[in-house]
């Protein structure tokens, strides 16, 4: 059973540019959240996705935008790179039963904006 | 409203040492409680977990949890570190029920085991 897949690992960009970053849930969740992760820090929350929706948002700016297809899989977005969006970028997967769920997180993504 | 605070943002002990990472959270409605392991470079993996029901929790790896309402606390233990236990370990909350998702992450403990 896979679980949480994420690509690409690592990646580079110039400030300014825009980024895509997708991540493939576990097999059976139907939930993918993503969240930030700076050097040092623990990882902040973006937004989560649900039935092809924005279910919550964190604070972060419109910059940031996500989707979700129909097989639950999902991308993240990120226009107009600034050298603060560099971090480690983590999707996690989770089905909702009874009012719990539990997240499980992918391998990340590393970003790297120069 | 919820946050969690780690005391200690590096923690070092000798091997067959007790390990004991501090958590303590605020949650405004009862909470969800969790720890996550992350291995340099890697992901995070899920060590345990306090929904509802006992408030000690096992986990994998030989680590445990007590939650304990009255001190606000989710401290994580484990009787004899391993050298394989070094890593930097994260305690979440999410708060129950309504329509809050997200989890909140402490600032995370590096743990150090020595030889």
């Known amino acids: 059973d896979a679980g949480v897949t994420q690509s690409p690992t690592h990646l580079i960009k110039t400030r300014g540019q825009q980024v895509t970053l997708r991540c493939s849930p576990k097999s059976g969740h139907d939930t993918v959240s993503w969240y930030q992760q700076a050097l040092g820090q623990g990882p902040q929350f973006i937004f989560q996705?649900?039935?092809?929706?924005?279910?919550q948002r964190g604070n972060f700016p419109d910059r940031f935008s996500g989707h979700q297809y129909p097989n639950y899989s999902s991308e993240l977005n990120v226009n107009a790179l600034l050298l603060g969006d560099s971090a480690l970028y983590l999707c996690?997967?989770?089905?909702?039963?009874?009012?719990?769920?539990?997240?499980?997180f992918g391998p990340g993504t590393r970003l790297t904006v120069l | 409203a919820q946050s969690v605070t780690q005391l200690g943002s590096h923690l070092s002990v000798s091997e067959g040492a007790l390990v004991l990472l501090r958590c303590n959270y605020s949650?405004?409605?009862?909470?969800?409680l969790f720890w996550y392991v992350q291995y340099p470079n890697q992901g995070l993996q899920l060590l345990l977990k306090y929904t509802t029901g006992a408030t000690l929790v096992k986990g994998i790896n030989g680590f445990e949890a007590e939650f304990k309402k009255s001190e606000t606390s989710f401290h994580l233990t484990k009787p004899s570190a391993h050298m394989s236990d070094a890593a930097e370990y994260f305690c979440a909350v999410r708060g129950s029920g309504g329509s809050n998702y997200k989890l909140t992450f402490g600032k995370g403990t590096l743990l150090t085991v020595n030889p």
């Open positions: 949650s405004s409605v009862p909470p969800y």
């Open positions: 996690a997967s989770s089905f909702l039963e009874g009012g719990q769920d539990t997240q499980y």
């Open positions: 996705y649900y039935e092809e929706e924005e279910r």
